[in-house]
């Protein structure tokens, strides 16, 4: 399987509805950020991947082109990555694979957005997505996708509106720990329960916000790792899968696409029963309902067994496994490919004992991330070991 | 003639549009830069790392990731050397224009970079080397912006 990788440093900036900075200057400093945590300097990095999202997000064509410098890129191989949602975790597979390979021997990963740009809202961004033929003449809206599987989900498996609003409750309570939050906050299962209907059954706090923001990590192989930091955290295993392009035809209540990039890498990583081996997961939460609706492609429950580990307290930080212990993408924001990385900065950070306040209470050994994007059918996953 | 063919009756078509405004911040050091020029002044930023000048400023030096901060900006002359120039005759949509748009690359003494805007002079009076200031729209009239300049002309 090629040289074992280790991710050395990480390091983000803030998550905010809209920055002063440019989306150049958001990719400097979380580049520079993760450089710092782990003594390395720009000419350290043989190679850099960048994860960024639409183009229109940032109102700027060829955005990987266009951001190659604050992401460190000069007189270095470069390459932009992009898998809409799952663009975040994917970056780290890639950056994976430069390293694994052997090609280089340092890598550092940087993914950035700035939704903010795009008026009057960003969800406008997304309605060139559907079919030209069949769909764009019913003036579909972005929110169709996320109500009807909800629905589904909530019908096949009987939930409950209640169950999955607990989701909100407790990422937005954890990532008010997070430094870097943007809407962390202490609510209640009525509050979202009266928050105002977007789509129904979809309702504003079962949502995560328009972000800006930019998270960096510095990957290297077994031989360099201990140059840069004692506490070297191995990608064990990465995974990456598609469903249907066709959205309509994919089972709207199980993501299949999740559960074949998470076996992908608990194959690499040797995991048989991810359930006991696994300690803490980060699934990709842009709605409440996804981080039930992931656990279960990851395999980590039953299906539509997912609300009553949150139900029963299994999914808190105390609990048996931790999930979403930042925040998530509903408590500390969502700049696309940023808030996936973000999700595996937080698994790094949890394993090395550096996640302060929010640090599990378990002792935990190995970690998950995992992002969800594209036209809704891209599963990413991302495995992480100490 | 592709045109017409694309929108044969026999053929279904139908027309969409992808919508995109977008609003645009200057950003840290963007708007360092704006508000010299606002100020009629150049202001640009100093890697001693690298010993190179950027003009306009950035918030970071590229080569070395730096970080240049406020107090690494200096203000620069109001004066430069033409690089390179050319006439444009077609506006975006492919259109003739009536009057050329000149636009040049200046090197502004003391900096390492290239600087692109408006040559002001007449075609005849342009040629690579020559040195070049900027004309500065009036006070009353600047509000942040690259147009903050009017364009560049010849220094004799």
């Known amino acids: ?386 | 003639m592709e045109q017409k063919e694309n929108r044969k009756k026999e053929i279904i078509h139908f027309f969409g549009q992808l919508p995109v405004e977008s609003l645009y911040t200057a950003g840290i050091a963007g708007e360092r830069f704006l508000l010299g020029l606002k100020e009629g002044k150049f202001l640009a930023n100093y890697c001693p790392d690298c010993d190179f000048v950027f003009l306009p400023p950035k918030l970071y030096c590229e080569f070395c990731f730096r970080e240049l901060k406020e107090e690494d900006l200096k203000e620069i002359e109001n004066k430069g050397i033409l690089l390179s120039y050319t006439f444009t005759h077609i506006d975006t949509n492919g259109n003739r224009l009536e009057n050329p748009i000149i636009v040049g690359v200046i090197k502004m003494n003391g900096t390492d970079t290239g600087f692109v805007h408006k040559l002001l002079n007449k075609i005849e009076d342009i040629e690579i080397g020559m040195e070049v200031e900027a004309v500065f729209a009036p006070k009353e009239r600047r509000r942040g912006s690259i147009n903050d300049i009017v364009g560049f002309q010849r220094i004799d």
């Not at chain 1, 400097?28 to 350290?44: E, M, N, T, V």
């Not at chain 1, 799952?86 to 340092?106: E, L, P």
């Not at chain 1, 559907?130 to 939930?159: C, K, S, V």
Request: overall charge neutral; charged content about 25%.
């Open chain 1, 1 to 386: 399987m090629g040289r074992r990788v280790a991710i050395v440093g990480a390091g983000m900036t803030k998550f905010v509805r809209r920055a002063k900075e440019t989306g150049k200057e958001l990719a400097y400093y979380a580049a520079k950020a993760a450089l710092d945590s782990c003594g390395a300097k720009l000419k350290d990095i043989d190679a850099v991947v960048l994860g960024s999202a639409p183009d229109t997000f940032d109102g700027v064509h060829m955005k990987g082109e266009y951001l190659s410098c604050g992401a460190g890129a000069f007189g270095k191989p470069y390459l932009r990555c992009y898998v809409g949602g799952g663009t975040g975790v994917f970056s780290v597979a890639v950056g994976w694979y430069y390293i694994a390979s052997g090609i280089f021997d340092t890598c550092l990963v940087v993914c950035e957005e700035k939704m903010s740009s795009y008026q009057p809202h960003p969800q406008g961004a997304f309605l060139t997505i559907f079919d030209h033929t069949t769909e764009r003449p019913l003036g579909p809206n972005l929110l169709w996708i996320f109500a009807l599987e909800m629905q589904r989900y909530m019908q096949t498996y009987g939930i409950k509106k209640e169950e999955i609003a607990l989701v909100a409750v407790k990422n937005k309570k954890n990532a008010l720990d997070h430094p870097a939050a943007q809407i962390a906050q202490e609510i209640t299962v009525e509050d979202v329960l009266k928050s105002e209907v977007l789509c129904y059954p979809v309702q504003r706090l079962d949502v995560s916000p328009v972000s800006d923001g930019a998270c960096a990590i510095v990957m290297t192989n077994e031989y360099l790792a201990r140059r840069f930091t004692d506490k070297p955290v191995w990608v064990s295993g990465v995974g990456w899968c598609l469903d249907t392009a066709y959205w309509t035809n994919r089972d709207l209540c199980y993501p299949r696409y999740v559960e074949e990039a998470a076996r992908m890498a608990y194959k690499m990583a040797g995991i048989r029963n991810p359930r006991r081996e696994i300690d803490v997961v980060e699934p990709y939460d842009p709605f409440d309902y996804k981080e039930l609706h992931h656990l279960e492609g990851l395999l980590l429950c039953d299906r539509g067994e997912a609300p009553q580990l949150l139900v029963d307290g299994k999914t808190q930080r105390d609990g048996e496994l931790p999930v979403c212990p930042s925040g998530g993408l509903l408590g500390v924001g969502n700049p696309i490919s940023a808030a996936g990385l973000m999700k595996v900065i937080e698994i790094f950070w949890q394993l090395r004992g550096e996640a302060g306040k929010r640090q599990i209470a378990k002792k935990a050994k190995r970690g998950l991330a995992q992002a969800w994007g594209d036209l809704m059918q891209v599963g990413t996953v991302v495995i992480l070991e100490v």
